[in-house]
């Protein structure tokens, strides 16, 4: 499966911004699908992730609360909302993917498929 992260930006802290993940050369909707980031200096981390159906999501410590991850099977489609963003939030953003019934997870190694990343840009 192929992916490409769009909407990345600049956008002012405390404002928000939609990541889109589009899935292409097969159905993900056997897929857990998962975002990633990598700021500058620094390795990349994982942000959220979502099951095969959408029914359940995890998050890191560092985006609970502001950042949700859904998804669109039908059209192979992959969204995180960020809200409230923060100047550390700046970062190249990755989606992943893998296929699985099973939980979403944040371990990196778990996922088999990539796409290149999307800036973002918390500045004001």
């Known amino acids: 499966v192929q992916l490409q992260a769009s909407g990345g930006g600049l956008v002012q802290p405390g404002g928000s911004l939609t990541l889109s993940c589009a899935a292409s050369g097969r159905t993900v909707s056997n897929f857990v699908m998962g975002w990633f980031r990598q700021a500058p200096g620094k390795e990349r981390e994982f942000v959220a992730a979502?099951?095969?159906?959408?029914?359940?999501?995890t998050y890191a410590r560092s985006v609970a609360g502001r950042f949700t991850i859904s998804r669109d099977n039908a059209n192979n489609m992959v969204t995180l909302q960020m809200n409230r963003v923060k100047p550390e939030d700046t970062a190249v953003y990755y989606c992943?993917?893998?296929?699985?019934?099973?939980?979403?997870?944040?371990?990196?190694?778990?996922?088999?498929?990539w796409g290149r990343g999307t800036l973002v840009t918390v500045s004001s």
């Open positions: 979502i099951n095969w159906s959408g029914g359940r999501t």
């Open positions: 992943a993917a893998v296929i699985s019934r099973g939980d979403p997870t944040s371990d990196e190694r778990y996922y088999d498929s």
